[in-house]
């Protein structure tokens, strides 16, 4: 048996599985996730999908070589589509685009289920993942950033039923990550000012509109003068 250890991007997604869950680790990397959860013994069992079939093949070795064929199952398939027949509690998404997951996520109607938690970390596009989710009749229940070489931001949503209207600016960072004001979520701040300063320019020399960039530096200088009011109460 191997000891497993995870990053700390899986390490923060895994704090989020609730006890005695049986899981779906949708686009797996080598079932570590899976893997380390059933030897925590945070979880009943799980089952680890790719659609691709190497992936599938090593995490199926990994899974034997930690004596955990009979907790961990392995899928081949596109996304959730064949996923429904194990009725996962939490599913775990993680490493894919915004898009991607929204799009695999909306092609699965059975995780509209107020007793399935998604547990989501987009490298790209939050904002349209965020949309799709409260489009989608779900609740964003909690977000979390973590650093390794960049800023993950890991994303909570259950189903509710209702819709809930976030702005544009809580599309982009999270509703409740601006809320809490962490160090990362000012050094995410921070990066992102310098993204939309370098779009302005390279718009501009080309003559493009930058009205979507200025908005979004709008929005960030409006954070930043209510922190700054707050700290001189």
Known sequence: MKNI?????????????????????VGTDHAYLPIYLAKCGKIRGGVASDINKGPIDRARAH??????????????????SELSVYAPDDIFILGMGGELIARIIENAPFVKNKNIRLIL????????L?????????SITVEKLVKEEKIYRIIVAEYSGE????????????????????PLFFELLDHTERVMNERICGKRISGADTSEEEKMLGEI?????????????
Not at 63 to 80: F, H, K
Not at 121 to 128: A, C, G
């Open 5 to 25: 250890t995870l990053s700390k991007r899986l390490s923060a997604a895994a704090e989020l599985c609730r006890d005695g869950s049986f899981i779906a680790d």
């Open 63 to 80: 899974i034997a070589e930690n004596g955990l064929s009979d907790v961990i199952e392995t899928r081949l398939c596109d996304g959730l």
């Open 121 to 128: 970390q987009p490298m790209t596009h939050s904002e349209i």
């Open 130 to 138: 965020r949309k799709s989710l409260l489009d989608g009749g779900f």
């Open 163 to 182: 819709r809930s209207d976030y702005t544009d600016v809580e599309l982009t960072f999270g509703r409740q990550t601006i809320e809490e004001r962490s």
């Open 221 to 233: 200088e409006k954070i930043r003068r209510f922190e700054d009011t707050e700290k001189l109460k």
